[in-house]
Nanobody, 125 residues
Framework: QVQLVESGGGSVQAGGSLRLSCAAAGYTGSSLGWFRQPPGKEREGVAAIASDGVTRYADSVKSRFTISQDNAKNTLSLQMNSLKPEDTAMYYC?????????????????????WGQGTQVTVSS
């Protein structure tokens, strides 16, 4: 079965950077994504990448975050630069069912079947 394990979270000062990684074992699906959930709020899509390399980003992180995957190592990464206090959240990686979803759906949590345990990111001002 698919197993997703996030790492790389931590505490950082505003303006700093972090790189999150997700080890994806047993994954042969179509799309991978990063989601985040601040305390008391709904989980939201941050960045996603389709099997053909097409990416989508939430407006709030465009130009600051970059999603990438290393197929040889079966890992998904999220490079986060210029971090802001509002980026503070639990971050999750997710894998969709093996299906060629329309690119418009890549940031919707409903298409993702498998989820990691999450890694905390805290940005102080």
């Amino acid at each position: 079965q698919v197993q997703l394990v996030e790492s790389g979270g931590g505490s950082v000062q505003a303006g700093g950077s972090l790189r999150l990684s997700c080890a994806a074992a047993g994954y042969t699906g179509s799309s991978l994504g990063w989601f985040r959930q601040p305390p008391g709020k709904e989980r939201e899509g941050v960045a996603a990448i389709a099997s053909d390399g097409v990416t989508r980003y939430a407006d709030s992180v465009k130009s600051r975050f970059t999603i990438s995957q290393d197929n040889a190592k079966n890992t998904l990464s999220l490079q986060m630069n210029s971090l802001k206090p509002e980026d503070t959240a639990m971050y999750y990686c997710a894998a969709a069912d093996p299906r060629q979803w329309d690119y418009r759906f890549l940031l919707l949590r409903g298409i993702y079947k498998y989820w990691g345990q999450g890694t905390q990111v805290t940005v102080s001002s």
